[in-house]
């Protein structure tokens, strides 16, 4: 592979140069287990073949090791626990709200806060109140359930990130920064009345997981006030961000990592916040807003779906939960270990020549499937074709982020538009895994990359008309028909 190998992360020389000893460790010890159930390879392939080749339709009892998301699949520490039996069950103003709501402002600094069942309702509410048809809302990268929920309500979602971040072996910092010009361009050319809110996703799921620098959340505050729209954040990993600004940017290595996320959110006037990531809850979320009337607005729409809104769709428990998780996710030692377990499993497939999205994200590692499979023509889904055989070799379950997930079948002609990028996500859940666990994937991974030039790609014989990536039915193509059709 062509890879040209980067100079390590500053975090990385940091932490060498210090006294610390060289190996992280996690920061806890295993209180309660979960078998994992061990597969065979022939039982494996028996179980795509019934899945069609659909890694989305394999039951998680036979995956060995699942990296399908880092969403809802953290586990949850004693004091989670205790706090669980601690919920208070009652239908309005429980204790539990009241944790929950003073431990968000704590970190947040909003005024008012609005629980929700997860991030995804939290953007229905929010862009159901503030979009319109003929709307604009830009982002540096929009998550699939943010875009799709601006594009219910008539607006356009428009996704603005810097350069840099399109070409996955580039290194930069701040990959998930938004393009300040572009944005401003953008404001120009559209009315700053046709946008009704500029969002920025921290840090930015679909571009990698790559952060976002104080210094463009402070610019991207600034554009915006120039021109009275509202700033928001998409707060799921803000504390994996808050990490990447301590140990990157300038001026923040000796702030805590509370006071950096206190100085990103004083940038917003709100936020989208999904509990199931760095709220280390399994179920869960939050909207936030300085707005009283808005505020007042969102409000009634959660008791339209959600529920009173000192609960808003999750239970007491639920609350007490996210509230715990919130605080033992500013920890500096598990932010240590859980940065690093990432950047340890992207920096040794990677020296390996397995080409990934550079620099490693702090929730997942990404790798480049057409890069790694040239032979497979994007037509023929190299990820699809990647990660059907990570779980052949091993049980582990990846999940492609290509043009299974984003191509488009036009209805008239039945062409197809494919993505820009075959990436397959390796998502890590927070405090689940040990190193051992990822030293498998690293084994597994090497091992297909070494046979890569046998492995064969796909073609879709039954799909949904959206979506489907959940339920498309896939059969292998004969590798002779692979290289002609690649020919062509
Ligand atoms: N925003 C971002 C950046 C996300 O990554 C997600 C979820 C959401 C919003 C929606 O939150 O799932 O609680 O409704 N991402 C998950 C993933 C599903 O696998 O990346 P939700």
């Not at 022939?42 to 009892?61: D, G, M, P, S, Y």
């Not at 979009?131 to 799709?148: K, L, Q």
């Not at 840099?164 to 920064?177: D, T």
């Not at 707060?235 to 140990?247: D, H, L, P, Q, S």
């Amino acid at each position: 592979m062509n890879q040209v190998h980067m100079p390590l992360a500053p975090e990385l020389v940091s932490i060498e140069k210090s006294r610390r000893m060289k190996t992280i460790i996690e920061p806890f010890k295993v209180k309660s287990v979960e078998p994992i159930h061990m597969t065979t390879r022939t039982e494996r392939e028996r179980i795509l073949r019934e899945a069609h080749f659909n890694i989305f339709q394999v039951r998680a009892h036979d995956v060995l090791i699942d990296l399908l998301t880092d969403s809802g699949t953290s586990a949850m520490s004693a004091n989670q626990w205790a706090g669980v039996m601690r919920g208070d069950e009652s239908y309005a103003c429980s204790d539990s709200f009241y944790r929950f709501r003073d431990q968000v402002r704590h970190i947040f600094g909003f005024e008012h806060v609005i629980p929700t069942h997860q991030g995804r309702a939290a953007e229905r509410i929010l862009f159901s109140t503030m979009c319109r048809e003929d709307h604009v809302v830009p982002n540096n990268t929009h998550f699939d359930t943010t875009r799709a929920n601006i594009e219910f309500t008539g607006a356009r979602a428009v996704d603005l990130v810097i350069p840099e971040a399109r070409i996955p072996s580039n290194y930069h910092p701040f990959k998930g920064n938004i393009d300040l010009d572009a944005l401003r361009v953008l404001i120009e050319e559209e009315s700053p009345a046709r946008i009704p809110l500029i969002m920025i996703t921290i840090t930015n799921n679909s571009g990698g997981g790559q952060p976002v620098s104080m210094r463009n959340l402070r610019e991207v505050h600034e554009l915006a006030s120039e021109y009275g729209i509202p700033f928001y954040i998409d707060a799921c990993r803000f504390a994996e961000n808050a990490w990447f600004i301590k140990n990157r940017e300038e001026g923040y290595a000796d702030a805590s990592i509370l006071d950096i996320c206190r100085e990103m959110f004083s940038y917003a006037d709100g936020c989208t916040m999904s509990a199931k990531k760095d709220g280390l809850a399994n179920i869960g979320g939050f909207l936030c807003t300085n707005d009283p009337i808005l505020a007042r607005q969102e409000q009634d729409l959660l008791i339209l779906t959600e529920g009173f809104p000192t609960y808003g769709g999750l239970a007491g428990r639920d609350l007490e939960a996210i509230a715990i998780g919130l605080g033992e996710v500013l920890d500096e030692d598990y932010l240590r270990y859980r940065i690093a377990s990432t950047r340890y499993l992207g920096e040794k497939i990677s020296l390996a020549g397995v080409p990934i999205v550079e620099p490693p994200g702090g929730h997942a590692i990404y790798i480049d499937a057409k890069s790694m499979l040239p032979h497979i023509p994007p037509e023929q889904y190299p990820g699809q074709a990647l990660v059907v055989e990570l779980f052949l070799e091993a049980g582990i379950r990846a999940v492609e982020i290509g043009s299974v997930m984003f191509g488009k079948i036009d209805p008239e002609t039945g062409t197809e538009t494919l993505a820009p990028m075959e990436l397959v996500r390796l998502a890590i859940p927070r405090r689940v895994y040990t190193q051992s666990h990822i030293d498998y994937v690293v084994e597994a991974i090497l091992r297909v990359h070494q046979r890569r030039e046998e492995i064969h790609g796909y073609q879709i014989i039954e799909q949904a008309p959206f979506l489907r990536h959940f339920t498309a039915k896939f059969e292998m193509v004969p590798m002779a028909s692979a290289r002609s059709s690649q020919s062509t």
